[in-house]
């Protein structure tokens, strides 16, 4: 995970996400237009600076958006979307029991 002092290397995201510089520099400016993003004079990007309040604010419209979503799916899904989400919880489920067979490493660096 960045933090605000880290620069956004678009080099090396482009090796990390397999894209060309272009559509990257165009997606990080997009996000300087959106305050996620500072854009410094030759100095490339970095990760813009988020207080408590704003990460409370973000947590908050994303359960709003994602409970509604949620609530839409149920409603509307189709028995092989249903059939999706079985699968998928089966196969989280198994990844979770192998999480707490061993020591937990949430970041390797």
């Known amino acids: 995970m960045s933090s605000w002092t880290d ?3 678009v ?3 482009s090796r990390q996400y397999g894209q060309s510089s272009s559509p990257l520099r165009e997606a990080l400016n997009r996000l300087v237009h959106q305050g ?7 100095r490339g990007f970095r990760v813009a600076p988020i207080s408590i ?13 994602e409970t509604e979503t949620l609530r839409d799916a149920l409603q509307n899904g189709s028995e092989d ?4 989400v079985v ?5 989280l489920s198994s990844v ?7 020591p937990l ?5």
Do not use: C, M, P, Y
Request: hydrophobic share 40%; net charge negative.
């Open 11 to 13: 080099e090396e995201l």
């Open 96 to 102: 979770e029991k192998k999480l707490t067979e061993g």
């Open 53 to 65: 309040q704003g990460i409370a604010d973000l947590t908050r419209v994303r359960l709003l958006i």
């Open 105 to 109: 490493v949430l970041d390797d660096k």
């Open 36 to 42: 996620l993003v500072r854009s410094i004079d030759n």
């Open 81 to 84: 979307w249903e059939g999706d």
């Open 7 to 9: 620069r956004l290397r």
């Open 87 to 91: 699968a998928s919880f089966h196969g």
